[in-house]
């Protein structure tokens, strides 16, 4: 509450600073992901190409390691397999063949199970990831506007209904507490592991 009174920060009521985006939009905005995609495509695979080019350079010891024992381990199971195949009439062969490990599902896993992933043109994405990324902040999109719903002030927001706190004698107390103790010099951390409201320590305050 600080802060608004202050004026270091202001209130914005999110959902309606998001607007209908036209189609002209949207296709821009498709376009970017279409191009990120096709980056990481390309930074993949070049990738991968290079790694298998020199795979002793790119690979650490510890990974070729494990990687000679996986070897070794399908290696072993082919053999065993390979002497039950030739006495096929001996049951304690074809049980030691067996193995007991029990078998993975994966026919309901695709690599592109992403619901409206847009796909680039010409590109192998059926077994190449990508991510499409989410920017951390709604303003970077073209049809977000928060000109008409930023308030700065706490009596403002309030008169708008996106703003209550606080709003009985409790929480005008515990907004009391906080204020006087920051004043002081105080910084504060989450109380509600040790049995309380706020956590505070002497020093330079961080709100």
């Not at 004026?7 to 998001?18: N, Q």
């Not at 002209?24 to 695979?45: D, F, G, H, N």
């Not at 499409?132 to 970077?140: E, Q, R, T």
């Not at 073209?142 to 008409?148: G, I, T």
Request: with cysteine; net charge neutral; proline share 6%.
């Amino acid at each position: 509450m600080t802060f608004y009174r202050s004026g270091a920060a202001v209130l914005v009521d999110d959902p309606k600073a998001h607007l209908q985006p036209t189609i002209p939009q949207l296709e821009r905005w498709s376009k970017e992901q279409q191009e990120s995609i096709q980056t990481q495509l390309v930074y993949t695979e070049t990738k991968t190409a290079k790694e298998s080019a020199n795979p002793g350079r790119a690979m650490s010891e510890e990974a070729q390691r494990k990687r000679k024992e996986r070897e070794l381990r399908k290696q072993a199971e082919a053999a065993r397999k390979a002497a039950a195949a030739e006495d096929i009439d001996n049951p304690a062969a074809l049980l030691a063949s067996t193995s007991t490990e029990p078998r993975k599902d994966l026919s309901s896993r695709t690599p592109d199970s992403r619901v409206g992933t847009p796909l680039p043109e010409g590109s192998n994405s059926s077994s190449t990831p990508y991510t499409i990324v989410i920017p951390a902040s709604s303003s970077s999109l073209e049809w977000y506007d928060s000109s008409a719903c930023t308030y700065s002030t706490i009596e403002a927001a309030r008169e708008a209904g996106v703003w209550d706190y606080p709003s009985d004698l409790t929480e005008r107390a515990r907004c009391g507490v906080f204020k006087d103790l920051w004043k002081q010099g105080y910084f504060f951390g989450g109380g509600i592991k040790f049995g309380g409201e706020y956590l505070v320590y002497p020093g330079i305050s961080c709100f």
